[in-house]
């Protein structure tokens, strides 16, 4: 699952590549106004199924298969498209999508495990990994529990349950 802005910004194909007989995944975008996929998006091609999530009152710019959904506050309902995946036999879902679709993944208590990656890099100020989802201050931070670490060349794979808060 992708969103409008990752869809813009990177125009994504979303399908196994190079691994001889995979089963390919149902790609999907959450494109609220209907607008960020355009009728030449990779997604769109034969590689693989696509659903397209736009809103109800939208007007889709292309003609893959959609899904309408109500919206939310800053987008789509996310639970009635988890809904609407769990109808179609999906029963995972994995989120590649930047930090606004992730905030509200996080704000629906959307998520189950996070897969982060840690590069020895350091850069200078950039987006944060989560847009919204209610989370402002160090006393509102979600806190992980990590499973697994795991060295990939010089990055690591840190995979991580969410902590339940306590009230």
Same mark, same amino acid.
């Given at each position: 699952?992708? +969103? ?67 919206? &939310? #506050? +800053? ?27 992730? +905030? ?19 850069? +200078? &100020? ?22 697994? #670490? ?10 991580? #349950? ?6």
């Amino acid at each position: 699952v992708v +969103g409008s802005g990752t869809q813009r910004a990177d125009d994504p194909h979303l399908a196994v590549r190079g691994i001889e007989g995979a089963v390919q995944p149902l790609r999907v975008v959450v494109d609220t106004n209907g607008t960020a996929v355009t009728p030449d998006a990779r997604v769109l091609d034969d590689a693989a199924p696509t659903l397209i999530a736009v809103a109800e009152d939208s007007t889709p710019a292309h003609e893959g298969e959609t899904v309408r959904l109500p919206r &939310a #506050t +800053g987008g789509l309902d996310i639970r009635t498209l988890l809904d609407v995946l769990h109808a179609r036999g999906v029963r995972s879902v994995l989120l590649e999508g930047g930090p606004t679709l992730a +905030g509200a993944f996080v704000a629906a208590d959307c998520v189950d495990r996070v897969v982060g990656y840690l590069a020895p890099v350091l850069l +200078g &100020a950039g987006p944060a990994a989560l847009d919204g989802g209610g989370i402002t201050t160090i006393t509102d931070a979600l806190r992980l529990d990590v499973s697994e #670490t795991v060295r990939i060349g010089p990055d690591l794979r840190i995979t991580a #349950t969410l902590v339940a808060k306590e009230h």
